[in-house]
Nanobody, 123 residues
Framework: QVQLVESGGGLVQTGGSLRLSCAAS????????MGWFRQAPGKEREFVSS????????RYADSVKGRFTISRDNAKNTVYLQMNSLKPEDTAVYYC????????????????WGQGTQVTVSS
């Protein structure tokens, strides 16, 4: 059974930092792009960041560029999202995603989703 399990969410003040982790089990994703999406209350799920199979190429939404950093450790089958300079508008449930393709994750090319972890940024 394939599982993506996120951790690291929580409550933080504006300007603070959090590091999300997504540990995969049931199969290896070293040949797949991985990514993060988020969904705020009353809004649609949106793309945050993705990383290609090797970790050599990354993409970010404009809203998080320069503040968030995605990385992966294929030996641990884990992907990370370092979030700095957090803002109240970053408040959302953050979902880990395993892509179908090796180079990037798009909303329409997700093979597996995690269950989500709540991030709340207080003003």
């Amino acid at each position: 059974q394939v599982q993506l399990v996120e951790s690291g969410g929580g409550l933080v003040q504006t300007g603070g930092s959090l590091r999300l982790s997504c540990a995969a089990s049931g199969r290896t994703f070293s040949s797949n792009a991985m990514g993060w999406f988020r969904q705020a209350p009353g809004k649609e799920r949106e793309f945050v960041s993705s990383i290609n199979w090797s970790g050599g190429s990354t993409r970010y939404a404009d809203s998080v560029k320069g503040r968030f950093t995605i990385s992966r450790d294929n030996a641990k089958n884990t992907v990370y999202l370092q979030m700095n300079s957090l803002k109240p508008e970053d408040t959302a449930v953050y979902y880990c995603a395993a892509g179908v393709y090796p180079h990037q994750v798009l909303a329409g090319s997700v093979g597996y989703w995690g269950q989500g972890t709540q991030v709340t940024v207080s003003s």
